[in-house]
């Protein structure tokens, strides 16, 4: 029988007339809790620095934490045409997430995911963009339901895959992969996060997780990008702060540079 590409045009959602997004990647991980929100929002903060126009819809619905890092009280405003403005970081980093649409932010989002995944396709094809070099996606943790309509309705040009050193995380992190494959979805690179401690006093490093299973995922699927990201006390207190964007970061250059050339 003949092995026929899946065909998902028919869920395609477009962004709103006016809108013009250049490039849109998505941000995965296989579990929660390895520091995509963080990776998401460290890399956008220096595509920003570097010039670029940058929006994060934040799609990680039921844990959205995009607008602590970046200090965001802004709410989303709605026009009467039906265009909703995003919100925008103090760099100008525009953003959607349902937490700048709650009536607190620690109101919980008790929804059928239905009803997730149709918020999520409104979000992205009713804010006014503008004119955009970069949307980031930040995907929830997983391979569940808003994953598998973001990549079916929305344009994905690449995919970055966040994980950590440990071996469980490791083999989460293929199926992130394998379902981005499957989706026809460019992988642009794997980010190890948390991979090692540098003592500040002393310089000496430290693989706290141990040796990771990345460079062999990588390997394995053919993608020449690996980030490694430090533990970097500062990264978690700037996310406290609001101020991700004051954080520099090197550890994420090659991924950026990948982003780039895309
Ligand atoms: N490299 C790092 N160094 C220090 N702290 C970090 C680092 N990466 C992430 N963190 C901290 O770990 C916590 C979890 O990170 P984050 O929210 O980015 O994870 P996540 O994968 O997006 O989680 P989820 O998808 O479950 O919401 C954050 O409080 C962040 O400050």
Redesign the pocket.
């Known amino acids: 029988m003949e092995n026929k590409k899946l065909n998902f045009d028919k869920f395609k959602v477009s962004p709103r007339k006016g809108s013009n997004i250049k490039k849109t990647i998505a941000v995965m991980?296989g579990k929660?809790?390895?520091?995509?929100?963080?990776?998401t929002s460290l890399i956008a903060s220096k595509l920003r620095k570097d010039g670029k126009k940058i929006a994060i819809l934040d799609a990680?619905i039921t844990?959205p934490?995009i607008p602590q890092a970046f200090g965001i009280e802004d709410r989303i405003r709605a026009l009467e045409d039906g265009a909703m403005i995003p919100a925008k970081s103090k760099s100008g980093i525009e953003i959607m997430s349902i937490n700048l649409v709650l009536d607190s932010k620690t109101s919980p989002v008790v929804w059928r995911s239905s009803i997730v995944t149709n918020v999520l396709k409104q979000f992205y094809s009713e804010a006014d963009w503008g004119d955009l070099d970069y949307l980031l996606i930040?995907m929830?943790?997983g391979t569940s339901d808003i994953p598998l309509t973001v990549f079916q309705s929305l344009n994905i040009d690449g995919v970055i895959a966040?994980t950590t050193p440990q071996d469980l995380v490791g083999m989460v992190v293929e199926k992130s992969l394998n379902m981005a494959k499957m989706m026809g979805k460019p992988i642009l690179g794997i980010v190890e996060?948390?991979s090692y401690f540098k003592a500040p006093d002393t310089g000496k490093v430290y693989k706290i997780f141990g040796e990771g299973a990345t460079d062999d995922i990588a390997n394995k699927f053919a993608i020449d990008t690996v980030s490694k990201?430090?533990?970097?006390?500062k990264?978690?207190k700037m996310?406290?702060e609001g101020r991700i964007e004051d954080v520099e970061e090197k550890d994420l250059d090659n991924i950026i540079k990948k982003i780039k050339n895309l």
């Open positions: 991980s929660g809790g390895v520091g995509k929100s963080s990776v990680d844990g934490s930040d929830p943790p966040v996060n948390m990201l430090a533990i970097n006390p990264i978690t996310i406290d």
